[in-house]
């Protein structure tokens, strides 16, 4: 049984294989309307389970569209309506739902409710976001940018902003990748040292910038996200606000990197903070094959989970 927890602890080679299966699927089905049935229905028969105890667009449609155009059935489910979030255990919870689904998916706060439910679940677990890692998200960001610029290998990715929960994920894929990463931000807000010092452990180059003009120079790809994530509170916004504003990624900034570079963020975006509208809509940016390719890596995720 494959759980999908995170980049780091899912072999380089098997997420090689997902990349790929993902692009032939997307290919497969191109022209075709959204509720299309695939041709191969390895889903059929399955029901898969999306608890969301924050909120989600891309993430829910994704998991459901893809899931049904695999031949499989849905229920998502909103965390604060289940027991889950009115005292029953996390354990509990994961061996009950694994007599009545074939996987979950679930988007939570603490890594811990995730390591658990998969501790306890008798089928596969999916991370769709924890407060420190998304890894689904990165999935479709390498077959995004392999669409548009080949192999992802030795390029030199910059994230500029909060080392959050999707920098976290980067630096996973740095890693299992071969990418270099450069993280331009404030100190205060540097991604933890454990995700920088496995990607270095696996030989990526890890650079600190604190000047974003020096940090995007050769750079392939720039990737941004908003300054205040769902698990931040709502006070600290001013104070990250302030923090964040030099690292804004707009036309100036974008200048600095190689003429060919893309821009990436996970959306949702808040435009005119973190990045610029002439950026978000300008010929650089990928974001919205980004957000279609969240359908397409994980139909591929699902499929080695469940090894169908
Ligand atoms: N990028 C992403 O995970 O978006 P949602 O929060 O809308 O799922
Ligand atoms: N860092 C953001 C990503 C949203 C998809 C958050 O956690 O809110």
């Known amino acids: 049984m494959n759980h999908f927890l995170d980049i780091h602890s899912t072999p380089a080679d098997e997420l090689h294989k997902i990349i790929a299966q993902a692009g032939a699927m997307k290919q497969a089905r191109l022209g075709r309307p959204k509720g299309a049935l695939d041709d191969a229905q390895p889903l059929a028969g399955h029901m898969v389970?999306?608890?969301f105890e924050k909120p989600s667009t891309r993430t829910r449609v994704s998991f459901d569209v893809g899931v049904r155009q695999m031949g499989g059935q849905t229920m998502v489910l909103s965390g604060k309506d289940m027991q889950l979030g009115h005292g029953e255990t996390i354990a509990d919870t994961a061996r009950v739902l694994s007599r009545y689904v074939d996987l979950i998916m679930i988007r939570t706060f603490?890594?811990?409710v995730l390591t658990e439910m998969a501790e306890y679940a008798t089928v596969p677990v999916i991370n769709g976001l924890t407060d420190r890692t998304h890894p689904c998200q990165i999935m479709a960001d390498i077959l995004t940018y392999e669409e548009h610029r080949g192999s992802i290998k030795g390029k030199k990715v910059v994230w500029a902003g909060d080392g959050n929960n999707v920098c976290a994920s980067f630096l996973h894929a740095a890693g299992q990748f071969g990418f270099d990463l450069t993280f331009t931000g404030p100190a205060q807000l540097d991604p933890e040292d454990e995700f920088v010092g496995l990607a270095r452990q696996q030989g990526?180059?890890?650079t600190i910038e604190r000047d974003p003009v020096?940090?995007?120079?050769?750079?392939?790809?720039?990737?941004?996200?908003?300054?205040?994530s769902m698990h931040d509170s709502q006070s600290s916004k001013e104070r990250r606000h302030n923090m964040l504003r030099s690292y804004q990624v707009n036309d100036a900034l974008m200048a600095h990197a190689k003429p060919d570079a893309l821009f990436m963020h996970c959306l949702p975006a808040h435009r005119e903070e973190e990045v610029t509208s002439?950026?978000?809509?300008?010929p650089q940016s990928v974001i919205f094959d980004e957000a279609e390719n969240r359908l397409h890596a994980q139909k591929a995720v699902m499929r080695w989970c469940l090894g169908v």
């Open 110 to 112: 603490d890594e811990t």
């Open 49 to 51: 389970a999306l608890i």
């Open 214 to 228: 020096k940090a995007v120079q050769g750079a392939d790809l720039i990737v941004a996200d908003t300054w205040v």
């Open 278 to 282: 002439s950026v978000m809509d300008g």
């Open 204 to 206: 990526s180059t890890i």
